[in-house]
């Protein structure tokens, strides 16, 4: 893992886990505080699962599958081009899955706080880990897009 990667990561879990506590000294379990009415609010709960609250209660197999991710993110990362998106990318993704982690190995549960109202729609509450790994995912899948997800070999340059 290159530094850079490696310091956005560190600043993403620092973050996550400082909004994660402020939340958690100034608000009780299922308390909102809105913030644009009836779009924007903080409501703290905890999830014992994963996104949507699928797989409740099953922390240990959770865990299991962040580090497995987390092993499969770091032996594929080498193979994107060495750019200031795909860095951003995966330190996004490795921070916010890190963030996520910390929460369920000390507490058992992830604490999640942001909620979005649309319409009708509650979006699934959620944290600033979970926003990490949703943006470094759209930013791998530009970079797919984009064909920034192949290192040029030398080889291949040399014969050019």
Known sequence: MNKK??????????IDQATKLV???????????????NFFSIHYINNYGAAFGILKNFTPFLLIISFFVLILIYSNMF???NNRRNNFAFGLITGG??????DRLFLTYVRDFISFKIGNYNMPIFNVADASIFLGVI????AIIRGDDKKIEMSNKNEN
């Open 5 to 14: 990667i490696f310091l956005i990561s560190i600043i993403v879990i620092i």
């Open 97 to 102: 899955i890190l963030g996520n982690v910390i």
């Open 139 to 142: 930013l791998l899948i530009i």
């Open 23 to 37: 939340i958690e000294n100034i608000l009780n379990i299922n308390e909102s505080i809105s913030i644009i009415k």
């Open 79 to 81: 193979n994107f081009k």
